[in-house]
């Protein structure tokens, strides 16, 4: 149990040291490592919290938003994340291993190879649309919607700081929707609870460290190091569900 609770610590307190640096990963890296300790459903339940908390983030950032863009992909993004967290707390454990495995190599192949290739070409309502009902419903299921919302948000804006606003917002809503249809759906148990309180002070260190910093960490090295880590993990996964 001690190694348990220390390992989710380090986990909540990396991951979301690179979500708050650069507006997306801590989903991406805490769910696949957490999902190791403590399966998928705990995984994806735990890590809501602090998704949940992320969205505190939008306050400061609330002015950099792009709203064009993120208005159209809110709709479908919510009846996405409804019907993902709905299907969670029924799904076989093993599945949802076999598919965020599937989802993390999915990912690191585009990035590696197609990084050019996103829902479409500037903005476009249509794509907006079907980028928030996939990144929704895989927000809902996994916690892991993060690479769909990118692929689209990444090529409707060019600067940074908007796209890192945006991304901010559009995680936010969803776990705003996952929070309410979860505690009805009894996925929070006592141990998620407890490690969430233990976790919490962690937390909000590393969100502190990564507002202070964000402007002097080298980006492309903390997408290697995510994609390295998502790869054992992948791995892991299937093996684990095989």
Known sequence: MEIEI??????????????????????????PLLS???????????????????????FKNYKFIDWKVAKPMTYTLVVGVIA???LLSSLDTAFL?????????????????????????????LYASVAGLGGGLLQGLIGAG???????????????????????????????????ISIPQQLFSDEIVWLSLFALPFFALS????????????????????????????LALLIKAL
């Open 146 to 180: 993060g690479p769909v919302l990118t692929m689209y948000t990444s090529a409707a804006i060019e600067k940074k700081i908007f796209i890192r606003a945006t991304l901010i917002y559009l995680f936010f809503i969803p776990n705003i929707v996952r929070m309410t």
């Open 97 to 125: 291993q076999i598919l965020l495995a599937g989802i993390i190599i999915f990912f690191l192949i585009k990035s590696e190879f197609f990084g050019s290739i996103t829902l479409g070409k500037g903005r476009n309502n």
């Open 207 to 234: 969100i502190y460290l990564g507002q202070k910093i964000h402007h002097h960490v080298n980006e492309k090295y903390y997408r290697l190091s995510i994609n390295i880590v998502l790869a054992f993990s992948a």
């Open 84 to 86: 993902g967290t709905l």
């Open 36 to 58: 190791l300790v403590l399966g998928v459903k705990d995984a994806v339940t735990l890590v809501l919290v602090f998704q949940f908390l992320m969205g505190i983030l939008i």
């Open 6 to 31: 220390a390992l989710t610590l380090l986990i909540i307190s990396v991951a979301f040291f690179g979500e708050s640096l650069f507006g997306f990963g801590g989903g991406l890296i805490a769910i």
